[in-house]
């Protein structure tokens, strides 16, 4: 009865680990990662966004004029900044986390993108330099986003360490309370802050490269194959189904013997095949991208009307990040690791047929 007992939890944690391992398959981790990373950087930016905005309309406790507020931020009055600066100094801890949400994601971003452009080039044998487009999207636009990330976190929290702990009222005498250091903490502040607004409108750019490229690629692979050729999905199939396509080949190899009617049939027909990624997926994607190129023009005409337009690319984004970036990276995770297990098949079943191609030309 005690070994029993014992056996029974190694047995229920070795069917954990299979159940793990199982689903572990079926689901891209990378993906899904990526996919928390952004959602919790966008939710904590949007909260830190908001109550900005509120504490902008509500700093001096009774009136809700912002204006009289932005006036005295174009001023750089030094009273109205230290306030602000006080009154933020609890809310800007989530800037440090978003950042740091932000270099995970796009740091999970970066790998499943470059498999994806792996997998449909066929490992370098199709649509080269579009497939080398999407990889270089992925890996420069990730790091320029990881770097820009990193670079907001330690101005930030350099910020909160002045704002805390120097002098920053009197600079021209002891007593003057002049707040020039108040004036250049938000001047400084003011312009690494719109190094971020426009690395988020790169961040736009990049998504909408990467969808329209998964589209292009997926779009131009072909719909029906010669079902004995390599590419056939039999590349798909497991490992004894290859094995016997692959005697049924040598056997059609063998001048001596009399091809088979069934493999006969098989390589001289035409079968539909199914693309590396479905229609839904690619079409998803060409959604957000569209959807991204609307939040970059909003970007770029915040500069015309910053209350207008900054408002609605603040609402893209939380779109984009919170809701359509991670549905498609959810999508994304599911349909990957079934690309990449027909590839390496595919791959398997080309080493194995130039291995037997070797054996009869050595043979003959």
């Known amino acids: 009865m005690l070994q029993s007992s014992q056996s029974s939890p190694n047995l229920l944690l070795v069917w954990l680990l299979q159940q793990f391992n199982s689903n572990a398959k079926m689901w891209d981790l990378k993906c899904i990662a990526a996919a928390a990373c952004f959602t919790l950087s966008n939710l904590l930016y949007t909260i830190y966004g908001v109550l900005q905005m ?22 750089l009055d030094p009273i109205y900044i230290q306030k602000k600066w006080f009154d933020s100094a609890d809310t800007r801890p989530l800037m440090t986390w978003a950042g740091l949400f932000g270099c995970m994601a796009w740091f999970w ?89 426009w690395v988020d409108a790169f961040e736009t750019l990049i998504m909408f490269g990467i969808v329209t490229v998964i589209y292009y690629s997926v779009s131009s692979e072909p719909s029906t194959r010669s079902s004995g050729t390599v590419e056939d999905e039999s590349a798909g199939l497991g490992s004894d189904s290859m094995d016997r396509i692959g005697v049924e080949l040598d056997t059609i190899s063998n001048p001596d013997s ?28 060409v959604f957000l991208g569209a959807v991204s190129i609307i939040d970059f023009i909003m970007d770029v005409l915040r500069f015309v009307n910053w209350k207008v337009f900054g408002s609605l690319s603040m609402a893209l984004n939380v779109i984009i990040g919170v809701i359509l970036l991670p549905i498609w990276l959810l999508i994304f995770a599911k349909q990957l690791p079934v690309a990449t297990e027909k590839f390496e098949n595919m791959q398997q079943w080309e080493e194995d047929d130039e291995k037997r191609s070797l054996v009869r030309g050595t043979a003959a």
């Open 54 to 75: 509120r504490a902008i309309s509500h700093d001096d406790g009774t009136s809700t004029d912002s204006l009289h507020n932005f006036t005295n931020w174009k001023e």
């Open 109 to 197: 971003f970066i790998v499943p993108i470059i498999q994806a452009a792996w997998i449909l080039s066929r490992g370098g044998k199709r649509m080269v330099g579009t497939h080398m487009l999407l990889g270089s999207l992925a890996v420069f636009g990730g790091l320029i986003e990881l770097l820009a990330r990193l670079l907001m976190v330690g101005m930030t929290n350099a910020a909160m360490w002045l704002s805390k702990d120097f002098n920053l009222s009197n600079w021209t005498s002891e007593t003057s309370n002049d707040g020039t250091g108040w004036r250049v903490l938000e001047m400084i502040h003011t312009v690494t802050h719109g190094m971020i607004l």
């Open 258 to 285: 009399t091809p088979p009617s069934k493999a006969f049939n098989d390589l001289s027909s035409k079968v539909a095949i199914h693309t590396t990624f479905n229609k839904c997926f690619i079409n998803y994607g």
